[in-house]
């Protein structure tokens, strides 16, 4: 049996490339982004009552990924990239069929000409992202005090601490009041070490870049120090 869907929106997003998205929703909350609407899904009409929720789960496409090769397991980051599970005792991105599940904060609808976008934040979603299906998230339903969390039992913690050059800090004040809580966002983004699993807990001498926004995020690793040293238009 075969389906086909359709996306019902696209997400304008602050994560320009896959490199730098946080693991999880919620983890940057200064991680802004727009779902805009496509037609027919675009009206008032498809809203009405959505003002009374908080928060969303969005169900979308890893639409970026390479096609699944068939493998049964994966290596999750948040093991160090060492141990293999199964694909679907994981969240990975690398699966049968590429979709994913966020939840985020709803901040507000807007509706210009009769066509409606929402404004979200704490997202993990790659600029471009189509979203299959938008669903309420229902505390008393999808917050279960009870549950078990298997191998990520608790919250990833922040393992960095973040600073700026006096350059970056220069740079950062010019660009920054375009781009809404800029400063934030690197931060919270950077200080849950985004470099690759076997990377992580050494020092680096090797310069990093990400986009977020149209802007080129560059950076370094000393300790436990994240230094920010150029943050210049991509």
Known sequence: MEFTFKPVGIVRSCFSEKFGIPRQPSLVPAARATLELLPPFDRPEALRGLEGFS????????????????????????????????????????????????????????????????????????????????????????????????????????????????????????????RPALRELIVQTLQYDPRPAYRQGQDDTKVYGMRLYDLDVRWNVEGKIVSVVAIEPA
């Open 55 to 178: 928060h969303l789960w969005l169900l979308f496409v890893f639409h970026a990924c390479p096609p699944h090769d068939g493998s049964l397991t994966v290596r999750p980051p948040r093991l160090g990239g060492n141990r293999r599970l199964g694909v679907f005792a994981t969240r990975g991105t690398h699966r049968p069929n590429p979709i994913g599940m966020s939840v985020v904060e709803l901040e507000g609808i807007d509706c210009e000409a009769e066509r409606c976008s929402l404004r979200i934040r704490g997202a993990d979603l790659l600029d471009g992202t189509p979203v299959l299906d938008i669903k309420p998230y229902l505390p008393y339903a999808d917050s279960l005090p009870g549950a078990s969390g298997g191998f990520a039992e608790a919250a990833p913690r922040p393992s960095l601490e973040v600073a700026f050059t006096e350059a970056a800090q220069a740079q950062l004040a010019e660009l920054e009041p375009g």
